[in-house]
């Protein structure tokens, strides 16, 4: 059984009498969904345009809803959108919708084409105009262009007006300074008591840690050779308020340390600066069964690489990478000899002062010395020599630690 039109009738009328409705109940079958909008329109007192693409039918029943739900439930089952212009409610498919919107958009763009050109110098102070560049080009219009002065440091824009303010304001916005910190290090081997001298406190942290306190992230060790002297195994120290470079020179004159290298480095905020120190050594490689040999190399060095993040109430955080790789034992091969690499290396993370001493360590090797002291002619007898000499043997026990002091350099 359909409902009639005098169902329709019969709420519209008592709608009318009791004015704006709170809640509709509202029963419909097969009926044209123009005609079931038209009703909930007058039910509520609102003016409302349908559209001629608006067609179908509509089933449903509600019951003591509120009226803006009941018109949202019809308009999404008849798949239409609503707009709005002052007191009038514009109804229409969502298909009739986008193809609206496609003809503005073609005509705003029309319009943009028709827009004057105007061409812009932009100066940049800290920022590479050539870097800027790559990502200023997602700002230019379809018809806009960007150039890179090399020499002046320049962006050169030709664009519309709405274009070029808007990458302007961009460009005054990327072109800040960016910390700069020095990082000054010291590359020593010492023994124990040295840095118990040099008030060296080794914490280790663990997987608990928090993040940027000492936390290693990657800690490696590949030993070519089985009986290598050397040990992996990093700690973290700090020294606070010391005067490190006399110290180690003290300790330098006094023969219980040695100050391999001592590097200066100068790195920007999130930028990677390394240096090296070592040889790159030769060995020849086989080229099948030709027998053609040629030479390649092998590094040996001891490598530091750092990334600096300049922080807050002057601190800074620290990406460090460290690398010792070390000649080892020759290897006899079918082909020939092969240098083994006795490679240790860590990656890690901490967060330090500015000024503030971070030292790491861990990198242990043994020296053995012998000594002979004796009788001149006598210890040399055969058997009645050692009433007459003392062999003796020193067992020395040396850690390679490196001091990095980081300096957060004031940009003006």
């Known amino acids: 059984m359909k409902t009639t039109d005098v169902l329709l009738t019969l709420l519209l009328a008592t709608a009318s009498a009791k004015g704006k409705v709170n809640a509709v109940t509202l029963t419909v079958d097969e009926v044209p969904v123009a005609q079931v909008l038209q009703t909930l329109a007058a039910l509520d007192g609102r003016n409302i345009v349908i559209g001629p693409e608006v067609d179908g039918v509509l089933s449903l029943q509600l019951t003591n809803i509120p009226w803006m739900q009941a018109l949202q439930t019809v308009l999404s089952s008849a798949g239409l959108t609503m707009t709005s212009q002052g007191a009038v409610l514009f109804i229409h498919s969502h298909a009739w919708q986008e193809a609206k919107q496609s003809r503005l958009e073609t005509e705003q763009e029309k319009r943009r084409q028709t827009l004057p050109l105007r061409g812009q110098s932009i100066a940049l102070r800290y920022a590479d105009a050539g870097e800027l560049a790559k990502a200023g080009e997602k700002l230019l219009s379809s018809r806009g262009a960007m150039t890179v002065d090399k020499r002046t440091n320049r962006l050169l824009v030709r664009d519309d007006e709405r274009h070029l303010s808007d990458i302007q304001t961009w460009a005054a916005e990327m072109d800040k300074p960016v910390g700069q910190v020095e990082l000054a290090a010291h590359i020593v081997t010492m023994n124990e008591k040295s840095l118990r001298e040099l008030g060296?406190?080794?914490?280790?942290?663990?997987?608990?840690?928090?993040?940027?306190?000492g936390k290693f992230t990657t800690l490696s060790s590949d030993l070519s050779v089985t009986?290598?002297?050397?040990?992996?195994?990093?700690?973290?120290?700090?020294?606070n308020g010391r005067l490190l470079e006399f110290e180690?020179?003290?300790l330098e004159q006094?023969?219980?340390?040695?100050?391999i290298a001592s590097p200066r480095l100068l790195a920007s905020h999130l930028q990677p600066a390394s240096i090296k120190q070592g040889s790159e050594i030769p060995y020849q490689v086989s080229s099948g069964d030709s027998g053609a040999t040629s030479v390649e190399f092998k590094e040996a060095v001891l490598g530091m690489e750092v990334t600096p993040t300049v922080l807050d109430d002057r601190r800074v955080r620290l990406k460090l990478r460290i690398s010792e790789n070390m000649p080892g034992q020759v290897l006899q091969q079918a082909d020939g000899e092969v240098l083994a690499i006795d490679k240790q290396e860590i990656e890690t993370q901490v967060e330090v002062k500015s000024g503030e001493t971070l030292a790491l360590g861990g990198i242990f090797s043994q020296k053995n010395k012998s000594a002979r002291d004796g009788v001149p002619l006598l210890g040399d007898i055969p058997w009645l020599g050692q009433l007459f000499r003392h062999d003796g043997k020193d067992h020395e026990r040396r850690e390679l630690v490196v001091f990095i002091t980081p300096r957060i350099i004031s940009v003006q």
């Open 227 to 239: 009986d290598a002297t050397s040990r992996a195994g990093f700690n973290i120290g700090r020294i």
């Open 248 to 250: 180690l020179s003290a």
């Open 254 to 259: 006094q023969q219980q340390l040695e100050i």
């Open 200 to 213: 060296v406190k080794w914490t280790l942290a663990d997987a608990d840690s928090p993040p940027g306190r």
